[in-house]
Protein backbone atom coordinates (compact mmCIF):
# COMPACT_ATOMS: atom_id res chain seq x y z
CA UNK A 1 0.00 0.00 0.00
CA UNK A 2 3.16 2.31 0.38
CA UNK A 3 2.71 3.26 -3.26
CA UNK A 4 -0.52 4.34 -3.30
CA UNK A 5 0.45 6.59 -0.17
CA UNK A 6 3.20 7.82 -2.49
CA UNK A 7 0.51 8.68 -5.02
CA UNK A 8 -1.82 10.73 -2.38
CA UNK A 9 0.34 12.63 -0.90
CA UNK A 10 2.09 13.55 -4.41
CA UNK A 11 -1.71 14.30 -5.15
CA UNK A 12 -2.19 16.70 -2.11
CA UNK A 13 1.07 18.35 -1.92
CA UNK A 14 1.12 19.87 -4.99
CA UNK A 15 -1.03 23.03 -5.56
CA UNK A 16 -4.54 21.84 -7.72
CA UNK A 17 -3.38 18.86 -7.27
CA UNK A 18 -1.62 19.51 -10.77
CA UNK A 19 0.89 16.27 -11.73
CA UNK A 20 3.86 17.01 -14.24
CA UNK A 21 4.36 14.84 -17.13
CA UNK A 22 7.63 13.32 -14.63
CA UNK A 23 5.61 12.55 -12.15
CA UNK A 24 3.30 10.92 -14.49
CA UNK A 25 5.96 9.01 -16.52
CA UNK A 26 7.46 8.01 -12.62
CA UNK A 27 3.81 6.60 -11.88
CA UNK A 28 3.62 4.81 -14.24
CA UNK A 29 6.87 3.17 -14.46
CA UNK A 30 6.25 2.27 -11.04
CA UNK A 31 2.54 0.28 -11.78
CA UNK A 32 4.15 -0.89 -14.86
CA UNK A 33 7.03 -2.77 -12.62
CA UNK A 34 4.86 -3.78 -10.37
CA UNK A 35 2.37 -5.15 -13.16
CA UNK A 36 4.78 -7.26 -15.24
CA UNK A 37 6.35 -9.00 -11.97
CA UNK A 38 2.49 -10.39 -11.31
CA UNK A 39 0.68 -10.65 -14.75
CA UNK A 40 1.76 -13.48 -17.08
CA UNK A 41 3.05 -11.08 -19.57
CA UNK A 42 4.22 -12.74 -22.33
CA UNK A 43 8.60 -12.05 -23.00
CA UNK A 44 8.53 -13.58 -26.85
CA UNK A 45 11.00 -11.20 -28.93
CA UNK A 46 8.79 -11.76 -32.05
CA UNK A 47 5.70 -10.58 -30.43
CA UNK A 48 7.35 -8.08 -28.17
CA UNK A 49 8.43 -7.05 -31.41
CA UNK A 50 5.32 -6.53 -33.53
CA UNK A 51 3.48 -5.07 -30.84
CA UNK A 52 6.18 -2.37 -30.05
CA UNK A 53 6.49 -1.75 -33.84
CA UNK A 54 2.83 -1.67 -34.39
CA UNK A 55 2.26 0.96 -31.19
CA UNK A 56 5.47 2.91 -31.88
CA UNK A 57 3.97 3.78 -35.70
CA UNK A 58 0.62 4.73 -34.03
CA UNK A 59 1.57 6.58 -30.82
CA UNK A 60 4.76 8.25 -32.29
CA UNK A 61 2.57 10.42 -34.47
CA UNK A 62 0.67 11.47 -31.37
CA UNK A 63 1.28 15.15 -29.23
CA UNK A 64 2.72 13.01 -26.92
CA UNK A 65 5.71 11.29 -29.12
CA UNK A 66 7.86 12.34 -26.53
CA UNK A 67 6.97 9.68 -23.89
CA UNK A 68 8.49 6.78 -23.78
CA UNK A 69 5.98 4.70 -24.91
CA UNK A 70 5.89 0.50 -23.88
CA UNK A 71 3.58 -2.00 -25.28
CA UNK A 72 2.78 -5.47 -23.75
CA UNK A 73 0.89 -8.32 -24.57
CA UNK A 74 -0.90 -10.36 -21.26
CA UNK A 75 -1.51 -14.19 -22.04
CA UNK A 76 -5.04 -14.48 -21.11
CA UNK A 77 -8.08 -14.92 -23.03
CA UNK A 78 -10.15 -12.46 -21.51
CA UNK A 79 -10.86 -9.64 -23.52
CA UNK A 80 -9.30 -6.24 -22.54
CA UNK A 81 -6.55 -3.82 -23.21
CA UNK A 82 -5.76 -0.76 -20.25
CA UNK A 83 -3.40 2.10 -20.41
CA UNK A 84 -1.36 3.30 -17.38
CA UNK A 85 -0.39 6.83 -17.08
CA UNK A 86 3.10 7.85 -19.05
CA UNK A 87 2.31 5.90 -21.88
CA UNK A 88 2.14 2.18 -20.94
CA UNK A 89 -0.23 -0.12 -23.00
CA UNK A 90 -1.53 -3.11 -22.14
CA UNK A 91 -2.61 -5.64 -24.53
CA UNK A 92 -4.58 -8.91 -23.71
CA UNK A 93 -4.28 -12.14 -26.05
CA UNK A 94 -7.62 -12.22 -25.91
CA UNK A 95 -8.35 -9.09 -28.31
CA UNK A 96 -5.60 -10.03 -30.39
CA UNK A 97 -7.02 -13.59 -31.06
CA UNK A 98 -10.74 -12.21 -32.07
CA UNK A 99 -9.15 -9.45 -34.48
CA UNK A 100 -9.38 -10.56 -37.40
CA UNK A 101 -7.48 -7.66 -39.70
CA UNK A 102 -4.45 -5.60 -38.22
CA UNK A 103 -6.87 -2.38 -38.25
CA UNK A 104 -8.69 -3.91 -35.39
CA UNK A 105 -6.19 -4.44 -33.34
CA UNK A 106 -4.69 -1.03 -34.24
CA UNK A 107 -8.14 0.71 -33.16
CA UNK A 108 -7.61 -0.80 -29.86
CA UNK A 109 -4.00 0.18 -29.27
CA UNK A 110 -5.00 3.75 -30.55
CA UNK A 111 -8.20 4.04 -28.29
CA UNK A 112 -5.60 2.96 -25.21
CA UNK A 113 -3.08 5.73 -26.63
CA UNK A 114 -5.94 8.43 -26.66
CA UNK A 115 -6.07 7.60 -22.90
CA UNK A 116 -2.67 8.27 -22.29
CA UNK A 117 -2.60 11.43 -24.94
CA UNK A 118 -5.83 13.07 -23.23
CA UNK A 119 -3.74 12.24 -19.53
CA UNK A 120 -7.33 10.48 -18.37
CA UNK A 121 -5.82 9.04 -15.77
CA UNK A 122 -3.92 11.83 -14.61
CA UNK A 123 -7.15 13.69 -14.76
CA UNK A 124 -8.98 11.20 -12.68
CA UNK A 125 -6.48 11.42 -9.92
CA UNK A 126 -6.74 14.83 -9.87
CA UNK A 127 -10.20 15.16 -9.44
CA UNK A 128 -11.19 11.37 -7.63
CA UNK A 129 -8.43 12.63 -4.71
CA UNK A 130 -7.51 8.65 -4.28
CA UNK A 131 -11.30 7.82 -3.61
CA UNK A 132 -10.64 4.57 -5.25
CA UNK A 133 -7.44 3.78 -3.75
CA UNK A 134 -6.92 0.09 -2.78
CA UNK A 135 -8.98 -1.49 -5.64
CA UNK A 136 -7.25 -4.64 -6.69
CA UNK A 137 -6.15 -3.67 -10.09
CA UNK A 138 -4.90 -6.98 -11.45
CA UNK A 139 -8.26 -8.92 -10.64
CA UNK A 140 -10.24 -5.71 -12.25
CA UNK A 141 -8.14 -5.94 -15.15
CA UNK A 142 -7.17 -9.31 -16.04
CA UNK A 143 -9.70 -11.62 -13.58
CA UNK A 144 -6.55 -13.55 -13.14
CA UNK A 145 -6.65 -13.67 -9.49
CA UNK A 146 -5.52 -17.26 -8.77
CA UNK A 147 -1.78 -17.15 -8.33
CA UNK A 148 -0.05 -16.30 -5.03
CA UNK A 149 1.93 -13.86 -7.43
CA UNK A 150 -1.26 -12.41 -8.65
CA UNK A 151 -3.00 -11.69 -5.24
CA UNK A 152 0.20 -9.52 -4.33
CA UNK A 153 -1.23 -6.93 -7.24
CA UNK A 154 -3.56 -6.38 -5.37
CA UNK A 155 -1.34 -4.28 -3.37
CA UNK A 156 -0.78 -1.97 -5.97
CA UNK A 157 -3.56 0.24 -4.82
CA UNK A 158 -4.84 3.11 -6.81
CA UNK A 159 -3.90 2.01 -9.98
CA UNK A 160 -8.05 0.84 -10.83
CA UNK A 161 -8.30 4.31 -10.86
CA UNK A 162 -6.43 3.71 -14.20
CA UNK A 163 -8.54 1.79 -16.00
CA UNK A 164 -11.64 3.09 -15.01
CA UNK A 165 -12.54 5.89 -17.27
CA UNK A 166 -16.04 8.01 -17.38
CA UNK A 167 -18.25 7.97 -20.44
CA UNK A 168 -16.90 11.06 -21.61
CA UNK A 169 -12.97 9.95 -21.32
CA UNK A 170 -14.13 6.62 -23.27
CA UNK A 171 -15.93 9.30 -26.39
CA UNK A 172 -12.74 11.33 -26.53
CA UNK A 173 -10.22 7.95 -26.52
CA UNK A 174 -12.61 6.83 -29.33
CA UNK A 175 -12.46 10.15 -31.15
CA UNK A 176 -8.09 9.92 -29.99
CA UNK A 177 -8.21 6.15 -31.37
CA UNK A 178 -9.49 7.50 -34.87
CA UNK A 179 -7.11 10.34 -35.47
CA UNK A 180 -4.44 8.34 -34.31
CA UNK A 181 -4.93 5.63 -36.46
CA UNK A 182 -5.66 7.55 -39.10
CA UNK A 183 -2.39 9.58 -38.85
CA UNK A 184 -0.24 6.38 -38.73
CA UNK A 185 -1.53 5.17 -41.96
CA UNK A 186 -4.38 2.42 -40.45
CA UNK A 187 -7.88 2.08 -41.54
CA UNK A 188 -10.23 3.56 -38.64
CA UNK A 189 -13.03 1.01 -39.70
CA UNK A 190 -11.80 -1.40 -37.71
CA UNK A 191 -12.14 0.37 -34.40
CA UNK A 192 -15.98 0.07 -35.41
CA UNK A 193 -15.66 -3.61 -36.58
CA UNK A 194 -14.03 -4.95 -33.54
CA UNK A 195 -16.38 -2.79 -31.19
CA UNK A 196 -19.01 -4.42 -33.20
CA UNK A 197 -17.80 -7.74 -32.20
CA UNK A 198 -17.23 -7.26 -28.72
CA UNK A 199 -21.36 -6.23 -29.05
CA UNK A 200 -22.23 -9.25 -30.24
CA UNK A 201 -20.05 -12.06 -27.88
CA UNK A 202 -21.60 -9.76 -25.09
CA UNK A 203 -25.24 -10.23 -26.42
CA UNK A 204 -24.22 -14.08 -26.81
CA UNK A 205 -23.43 -13.82 -23.11
CA UNK A 206 -19.72 -14.62 -23.44
CA UNK A 207 -17.70 -14.19 -20.39
CA UNK A 208 -14.72 -13.71 -21.98
CA UNK A 209 -15.92 -9.53 -23.00
CA UNK A 210 -17.42 -8.73 -19.56
CA UNK A 211 -13.90 -7.14 -18.05
CA UNK A 212 -14.03 -5.28 -21.53
CA UNK A 213 -17.74 -3.85 -20.70
CA UNK A 214 -16.87 -3.25 -17.19
CA UNK A 215 -13.79 -1.07 -18.13
CA UNK A 216 -14.72 0.28 -21.08
CA UNK A 217 -18.51 0.67 -21.43
CA UNK A 218 -19.46 -0.07 -25.11
CA UNK A 219 -22.48 0.99 -26.17
CA UNK A 220 -24.79 0.91 -30.17
CA UNK A 221 -23.89 5.17 -29.41
CA UNK A 222 -20.58 4.68 -29.21
CA UNK A 223 -19.95 2.49 -32.27
CA UNK A 224 -22.26 5.01 -33.99
CA UNK A 225 -20.31 8.08 -33.22
CA UNK A 226 -17.41 6.88 -34.69
CA UNK A 227 -19.36 5.59 -38.06
CA UNK A 228 -19.68 9.30 -38.18
CA UNK A 229 -16.45 10.49 -38.13
CA UNK A 230 -15.58 7.44 -40.43
CA UNK A 231 -18.42 8.91 -42.86
CA UNK A 232 -17.31 12.85 -42.41
CA UNK A 233 -14.08 11.82 -43.92
CA UNK A 234 -13.14 11.31 -47.94
CA UNK A 235 -13.70 8.09 -49.12
CA UNK A 236 -10.92 8.30 -51.53
CA UNK A 237 -8.65 9.30 -48.73
CA UNK A 238 -9.84 6.37 -46.49
CA UNK A 239 -9.06 3.62 -49.30
CA UNK A 240 -5.72 4.81 -49.34
CA UNK A 241 -5.25 3.75 -45.43
CA UNK A 242 -4.16 -0.18 -44.73
CA UNK A 243 -6.31 -2.75 -43.16
CA UNK A 244 -4.44 -5.58 -42.80
CA UNK A 245 -1.18 -6.54 -43.08
CA UNK A 246 0.64 -9.76 -43.54
CA UNK A 247 2.93 -9.11 -40.37
CA UNK A 248 0.14 -9.18 -38.52
CA UNK A 249 -0.79 -12.76 -39.16
CA UNK A 250 2.52 -13.53 -38.31
CA UNK A 251 2.37 -12.13 -35.03
CA UNK A 252 -1.51 -13.35 -34.50
CA UNK A 253 -0.37 -17.09 -35.37
CA UNK A 254 2.59 -16.90 -32.85
CA UNK A 255 0.42 -15.56 -30.05
CA UNK A 256 -2.36 -18.14 -30.87
CA UNK A 257 0.42 -20.95 -30.85
CA UNK A 258 1.63 -20.09 -27.22
CA UNK A 259 1.03 -22.01 -24.09
CA UNK A 260 -1.78 -21.29 -22.14
CA UNK A 261 -1.90 -18.18 -19.54
CA UNK A 262 -3.34 -18.74 -15.89
CA UNK A 263 -6.93 -19.77 -16.32
CA UNK A 264 -8.97 -16.52 -15.66
CA UNK A 265 -11.46 -16.74 -12.49
CA UNK A 266 -14.49 -14.70 -11.84
CA UNK A 267 -13.41 -11.40 -10.38
CA UNK A 268 -13.66 -10.46 -7.39
CA UNK A 269 -12.97 -6.73 -7.03
ZN1 LIG B 1 -11.16 3.11 -22.89
Redesign the pocket.
Known sequence: MKRSYVLIALCAAAVGCAVSTQQEVQMGQQYSTQLNSTLPVVTDPAIQSYINQLGDSIAKLTGRADLDWKFFVVNTDVVNAFALPGGYIYVNRGVIERATAMDELAGVMG?EIG?VVKRHSVKQMQTQQGANVGIALTCVLTHVCDSQASQAAIQVGGAAVFAK?SRQD?KE?DEEGFKNVIRAGISPNGLVSFFQKLMSLEKGGGSAVDAWFSD?PLTEDRIADIQKLIDSKDPAMLRTLTQDSPAFHQFKDRVHALPPGPKPKAATP
Do not use: L, R, T
Open positions: HHFEAH
